[in-house]
């Protein structure tokens, strides 16, 4: 071997050792911020050594990306820093709503722009979006300045490239199918601890859907259906003809009401916490008086969506990709089977109210695959009053479940979710908001922060309590259902509750027609067949399928067999619905009522274009000609805008718009007449 040759392998091999040593220090970068602690880091590196190695294997692959280029020390420089940023993203993330950074989360960017200023002041949105740009300036500048390397082999490197990562996708597959790893999607906080974030980071890439289990086939779906079916009552019901008039009487079909309630769960359960009074009676007093029990959830700290859905559809999450929002993904080209859709033959109309924006994890066009038939969002209600994060306040919704209620012929499915307790809760004092003392929390919290949740908890609380007495006096039967959509964004334990699972809220059954429900300890996905199965009502493949397994809930082979059929009905043949999907998106109308115009006019005395017209808001806007033009909200009859005189026959219509400028829905066109 000639002199030339040695010094080339010489350096192949101490360039080989630099990047390896590199990424160890990036994995143990990462991991610092992943577990947040050094004793924790520590007690990672003991536990699970093999699965360090794994994760300094996956990032020396990326290093090896760089080899490709000839600009290969600014490539590796970009891949440093883009783990780096990763690892410190993570840290972020779970900080505000426990939860780690997974690759599902680009697909939420646009939503999480929209509330970035809770969780940030505007100075320091400017510093980091500033760093950001400044970062990327001189990521680009060093990339196009970095001198170029000799003659180099490229086939030669892409090869080694394509050829280890093929390695580490091999021993990935050989970890999951040897059960070494053992990835609970459960538990995301759980799983991303213990096998490291470059590891589960990057398994989020490729993990969507679900994937078709090996026992699937038209034939087993078909064995489903018949072992799950009374022969009196088929799968799909038709619809009737005629809707079921409103008597209190009629028990058998009361209205049903849902409220699902932003990051609420019995705080009690809080080992050693007091409280200088109880912070929620109301939901104390249904717990004690009332059917109440465990709901396991599938999110924490954040993933109100996924609880929805969990609920609204009677499909388990666990079975989609990690991180994964079904609203997001499948459901942005399919309808799915629903409570909505099930009880639609019954009479009833099922209508979404949530005192957030509209557009939030894409509601306004999901809502429609899911089956609703109107949604309520903040943009359609008036009297809105805001808490110090601005999130609305949820005593309007009182009025909007009633609302919504009266203006139906037949029965009513209410789906509700509340926002006021959201997150990020500061940790400095919030004037107003100190009714509840918190005495002790047994180190379990940040106190400051504990305090402002628990005060909004308490106001949460008396929303439920003048829930509950306005539909008491209504001449209608009807079955209120609450629940928690996961546990706040407190840093909270497993260890610090008594429950001992982050992922336990608590549900109550209400009524006011004295019917005696049963409230056992269940899945989200698992709680509508079972509210459902008491009243009678058993329309649906999954409805059926949950109230006939209702006894062997934690049986393996019923999870199993729902897997498959979640995967029959979203991925598969559709086999249990004899081959063709039998629900259709709705025609999804924003607002218990609709917006309406009944005429404009242009005053040239003083400049002002008014409208007149039924349910405007102060997110409705006059569009003049194809254009917004601003106009004042003064009541929800009137609204007018000062413009330059339009032309003769202009056209004019009133839109709803989300606070990102988009237009939910709108009136039909006026002209304007001569002036």
């Known amino acids: 071997m000639n002199d030339t040759r040695k010094k080339a392998l010489r350096q192949i091999v101490s360039e080989t050792w630099a990047m390896l040593l590199l990424s160890v220090a990036l994995v143990l970068f990462v991991e610092f911020f992943n577990h947040r602690t050094f004793a924790k880091l520590i007690a990672f590196l003991q536990e699970h050594p093999w699965m360090f190695l794994f994760n300094v294997q996956i990032i020396f692959n990326t290093f090896l990306f760089a080899e490709i280029w000839s600009r290969r020390g600014g490539v590796r420089l970009v891949v440093m820093i883009s783990w780096m940023a990763l690892g410190i993203t993570n840290y972020l993330v779970a900080s505000y709503r426990v939860l780690p950074f997974t690759t599902r989360d680009f697909f939420l960017i646009h939503d999480g722009l929209k509330m970035i200023t809770v969780y940030f002041s505007w100075p320091e949105i400017i510093f980091m979006f500033g760093g950001i740009a400044l970062l990327f300036a001189a990521i680009a500048l060093l990339l196009l300045k970095w001198k170029k390397r000799g003659p180099f082999n490229r086939l030669a490197a892409l090869t080694v490239f394509l050829l280890t990562t093929a390695a580490t996708l091999i021993v990935g597959k050989v970890l999951i199918e040897t059960h070494f790893v053992d990835w609970d999607k459960t538990s995301l906080v759980a799983a991303f601890r213990s096998y490291g974030f470059p590891y589960s980071f990057t398994y989020t890439f490729a993990d969507m859907g679900i994937p078709k289990p090996d026992e699937y086939s038209e034939k087993l779906v078909e064995e489903i259906a018949v072992d799950i079916k009374d022969p009196n009552v088929p799968l799909i019901v038709e619809p009737e003809a005629t809707l079921p008039p409103k008597t209190r009487f009629e028990a058998q079909t009361p209205n049903i009401v849902y409220v699902q309630l932003e990051s609420f769960f019995n705080v009690h359960s809080i080992l050693d916490a007091k409280f200088s009074e109880d912070p929620i009676p109301v939901f104390s007093d249904l717990m004690k008086n009332w059917p109440s029990g465990q709901l396991k959830v599938p999110s924490v700290g954040g993933g109100t969506a996924n609880t929805e859905f969990e609920v609204l559809s009677g499909m388990n999450l666990d079975y989609f990709g990690a991180g994964e929002y079904p609203y997001n993904t499948v459901l942005q080209d399919t309808t799915c089977e629903t409570v909505c859709f099930n009880l639609k033959p019954l009479g009833y109309t099922a209508t979404a109210i949530h005192n957030y924006m509209g557009t939030f994890y894409g509601r306004n066009t999901v809502y429609s695959q899911l089956g609703f038939d109107r949604f309520v969002s903040q943009e359609y209600m008036n009297g809105l009053s805001f808490n110090a994060l601005q999130w609305a306040k949820d005593g309007t919704l009182t009025g909007e479940v009633l609302k919504a209620m009266d203006t139906t012929p037949g029965r009513d499915f209410v789906f509700t979710v509340t926002v006021q307790s959201h997150g990020k809760y500061p940790s400095t004092p919030i004037e107003g908001l100190d ?105 649906g493949a999954l409805m059926h399928f949950h109230q006939h397994y209702a006894a062997d809930a934690d049986d393996d082979n019923y999870l199993a067999l729902l897997r498959v059929l979640e995967y029959d009905m979203l991925y598969g043949e559709l086999a249990i619905y004899e081959g063709a999907n039998p629900y259709q998106p709705t025609a999804l109308q924003m607002g218990s009522v609709p917006i309406a115009l009944t005429g404009a006019e242009y005053d040239a005395s003083v400049g002002t274009l008014s409208a007149r017209g039924e349910n405007f808001t102060p997110c409705s806007d006059i569009v003049l000609n194809g254009a917004r033009v601003n106009a004042l909200f003064v009541d929800e009859t009137h609204l007018i805008a000062k413009i330059d005189r339009p032309a003769e026959g202009s056209e004019v219509y009133v839109g709803q718009f989300a606070p990102g400028g988009e237009e939910l829905s709108r009136t039909d066109p006026v002209k304007l007449p001569g002036n």
């Open 435 to 539: 009714r509840i003392d918190v005495t002790e929390c047994g180190g379990a919290v940040d106190p400051a922060m504990f305090k402002n949740y628990v005060n909004e908890l308490n106001e949460v609380d008396r929303f439920v309590g003048e829930l509950i007495d306005a539909l008491e006096e209504l001449d209608e039967p009807i079955v209120l259902v609450l629940y928690g959509d996961h546990l706040p964004a407190l840093g909270l334990e497993d260890s610090q509750l008594a429950c001992g699972d982050m992922y336990q809220t608590t549900y109550a059954i209400w009524n006011n027609f004295g019917m005696d429900f049963e409230a056992p300890d269940l899945q989200a996905f698992q709680l509508t067949a079972n509210v459902l199965g008491q009243l009678g009502v058993e329309n």
